[in-house]
């Protein structure tokens, strides 16, 4: 089975959003001490450089999923370990939000969007995973 065309986009887009994003938010870790201190569990510097990682796996296997349709589960569960981080996190600092925007602003815009682009992709990798399992397979 080819890999669709939506999902090869979708996991391409992922991937550049990990790896801009980052970089974005870090001035291209010339700053990352801006996002670390606000959240240094998730977000060391270590954990900062992962995060592009991620995303050059994503692009890395964009055309090859249907392959390998247990991969977007495994990409599921990595978004889901940080919407949940974000949503305690969010739960918790959300009053901090005003100072890392007067710190530095992509930080600020990092840590406010940060949740939602996760939950997006977490959805899409849920559902690539659904419907790929469930896909007629072709004799081999």
């Known amino acids: 089975m080819e890999t669709p065309r939506w999902v090869t986009k979708g996991f391409v887009l992922s991937g550049i959003m990990n790896i801009v994003g980052v970089l974005l938010a870090t001035h291209g ?12 569990g998730a977000f060391s510097l270590l954990g900062l450089v992962c995060i592009p990682i991620w995303g050059l796996t994503y692009i890395a296997v964009a055309k090859h999923v249907a392959k390998l349709p247990n991969i977007a589960l495994v990409f599921f569960i990595e978004k889901l370990v940080y919407i949940t981080n974000y949503a305690i996190w969010i739960s918790e600092r959300s009053g901090d939000l005003p100072a890392i925007y007067e710190d530095s602003l992509l930080p600020g815009v990092f840590f406010t969007i940060y949740g939602a682009n996760d939950l997006i992709f977490g959805l899409f990798f849920g559902i690539v995973f659904l419907k790929l399992k469930s896909a007629p397979k072709a004799d081999a």
């Open 29 to 40: 870790f010339t700053a990352h001490e801006d996002v670390m201190k606000w959240d240094p």
